[in-house]
C-alpha cells in the first residue's frame, strides 16, 4: 500500500488521469510495469512501444505463474479460472500463496486465491483513488521515498519465501553486480547483473548439492 501510495504521486506528476491511473491498477496489476508504462508515456514513445516495453517487465512473473497453477489446480479446475486468476499474480499476491496455500484444502484454493488476488487488487484501486487526490500536498522526496518501499519489500517478501540457499545467493549476487552494471554497463545493467547473479547461484547451488551440503 505505501508502494502504491508513491505511485498514485508519480501517476499524477506524469499528467496521468486519476481514472487512467486507477484502471492501470486493476488491469495492469503488477507495480513495475506500471512504472514502466508512464516512463514510456513521458518519453512519448508508441503504443506499440510501450505495450512491448510493459511485456517485458512482466515476463518475469511467468516462472511464478508456472510454480503457482500446479497448486491451485485440481481435475474440474476449469482452464479460464486459472487464466483469470494469474491476473493476479505479483510479487506479493505470490509470496503469501506460496507460504499458505498448502494449508488450504485443495478444492478451496481457487476461492482463497481469488480472494486474496481480488482484496489486493481492490484496497489498492482505492489506495491509488484516495491519494491522488491528497498526492499535491506531498513533497516529491516523500514521494520518491515511498516508492522506494517497493523494491525493499520485493527483498525482504523473497528473501522470506525463499526455499532454497541457491535464492539468498541469487539475491546478494544482485545486490553487489546491480551497482558495478550500473557503472560499467548503463542500460544493460539489470540485464547482466541478472544473467551473471542467477548463473552464478545456480552454480553455487549444484555444487553444493553435489557435496551433499543443504541446498
Given at each position: 500500500?505505501?508502494?502504491f501510495v508513491g505511485f498514485a504521486g508519480l501517476a499524477r506528476e506524469a499528467g496521468i488521469t486519476l481514472p487512467q491511473a486507477v484502471f492501470m491498477v486493476g488491469v495492469v496489476w503488477a507495480l513495475p510495469a506500471k512504472v514502466v508504462l508512464?516512463?514510456?508515456?513521458?518519453?512519448g514513445s508508441s503504443l506499440p512501444a510501450a505495450a512491448f516495453a510493459v511485456a517485458l517487465s512482466s515476463v518475469r512473473l511467468t516462472p511464478?505463474?508456472?510454480?503457482?497453477?500446479p497448486e491451485l489446480r485440481t481435475e474440474k479446475t476449469r482452464p479460464w479460472v486459472l487464466y483469470l486468476l494469474s491476473?493476479?499474480?505479483?510479487?506479493?499476491?505470490?509470496?503469501?500463496?506460496?507460504?499458505r496455500l498448502?494449508?488450504?484444502p485443495r478444492d478451496m484454493r481457487t476461492a482463497w486465491y481469488a480472494g486474496?488476488?481480488?482484496?489486493?487488487?481492490?484496497?489498492?484501486?482505492l489506495v491509488v483513488?484516495?491519494?491522488?487526490?491528497?498526492?499535491?500536498?506531498?513533497?516529491?522526496?516523500?514521494?520518491?521515498?515511498?516508492?522506494?518501499?517497493t523494491p525493499i519489500y520485493f527483498l525482504t517478501s523473497l528473501w522470506g519465501s525463499a526455499r532454497e540457499s541457491a535464492s539468498?545467493?541469487?539475491?546478494?549476487?544482485?545486490?553487489?553486480l546491480g551497482p558495478v552494471f550500473h557503472v560499467l554497463l548503463p542500460g544493460f545493467d539489470l540485464l547482466a547483473a541478472g544473467v551473471i547473479g542467477g548463473v552464478g547461484a545456480f552454480l553455487i547451488h549444484r555444487l553444493r548439492k553435489g557435496k551433499g551440503a543443504p541446498s
Open positions: 500500500m505505501s508502494a508512464i516512463g514510456a508515456i513521458l518519453a511464478m505463474v508456472v510454480v503457482l497453477v491476473q493476479f499474480v505479483a510479487v506479493t499476491s505470490w509470496v503469501l500463496a506460496m507460504e498448502r494449508e488450504v486474496l488476488g481480488g482484496t489486493l487488487v481492490g484496497v489498492n484501486m483513488t484516495v491519494m491522488y487526490v491528497v498526492a499535491g500536498s506531498l513533497s516529491p522526496t516523500l514521494s520518491a521515498a515511498l516508492l522506494m518501499l539468498h545467493f541469487a539475491m546478494i549476487f544482485g545486490l553487489v
